[in-house]
């Protein structure tokens, strides 16, 4: 029988310079999302508990004692230890940094970063990547492009307009799978993303799992995300 991960890493130790003035005062994880009443790392940690971890690393930055203050009076759904970069380790550095400090470190883990609201089955990503015999697993997602876009016929005609369109690429959704062997490939110091990624991606080890339609997923990077993650909840409300 297929046993699915039950511990998993956050990365929230970014600055959130394009989410002032929320982040001039607390973490950009700590951000809440309108109308909900509840940061954005609370929302992570329900979704990660609903989907059977058990125990999560949070790796802090960027005003950590906000973020430490807060996880320790909430009444949270899962197990949660805090750890602090003493100096900046980079992207890759700091996913190994906080892996360290996982419970069960021959085993597989979860890891996301720290400004994704996300909804969809963990289960089922850890399923895809088990099948693939994958060292790491990508969630993928397909964002609306924030323009209008314009079609044309091969005249040079134009022949419609669509308001936010699907992207045509699909882009890293920042929600991870790691089998435990992942850990020791990481960089000590520097970015995963252009070491240890391309690498598993030229082995072939390194697998993509595309959000099932209709998932909701929204990198809450600016004010605008805030509002229009807002609008959304309200609409599904």
């Excluded at 906000?66 to 970069?85: H, K, M, N, Y």
């Amino acid at each position: 029988m297929h046993t699915f991960p039950t511990q998993a890493v956050i990365l929230a130790g970014g600055q959130g310079s394009r989410l002032r003035p929320y982040t001039d005062d607390r973490p950009k994880p700590m951000v809440e999302i309108p109308g909900t009443g509840t940061p954005i790392i609370g929302h992570q940690l329900s979704w990660l508990a609903a989907e059977g971890v058990t125990d999560a690393v949070v790796s802090c930055g960027h005003l950590a004692e906000v973020l430490q203050e807060w996880l320790e009076s909430a009444d949270l759904p899962l197990r949660v230890t805090t750890v602090v970069e003493s100096e900046p380790l980079g992207r890759g550095g700091g996913l190994k940094y906080a892996a360290a400090r996982l419970p069960e470190p021959g085993r597989p883990w979860y890891a996301t970063n720290g400004d994704i609201w996300t909804r969809f089955s963990l289960r089922e990503m850890a399923e895809f990547h088990a099948e693939r015999d994958a060292t790491a697993t990508l969630a993928l997602a397909r964002p609306r492009i924030p323009w209008g876009a314009v079609e044309t016929d091969a005249f040079g005609h134009i022949t419609d307009f669509i308001e936010s369109p699907p992207s045509p690429y699909l882009i890293n959704a920042g929600v991870y799978v790691f089998s435990a062997a992942f850990t020791d490939l990481l960089p000590d110091l520097g970015d995963h993303e252009r070491t240890t990624f391309p690498r598993l991606a030229r082995e072939r080890r390194l697998a993509g799992f595309p959000l099932p339609q209709g998932a909701y997923w929204r990198a809450i990077d600016t004010a605008k995300d805030l509002t229009e993650a807002a609008r959304e909840l309200a609409a599904h409300a």
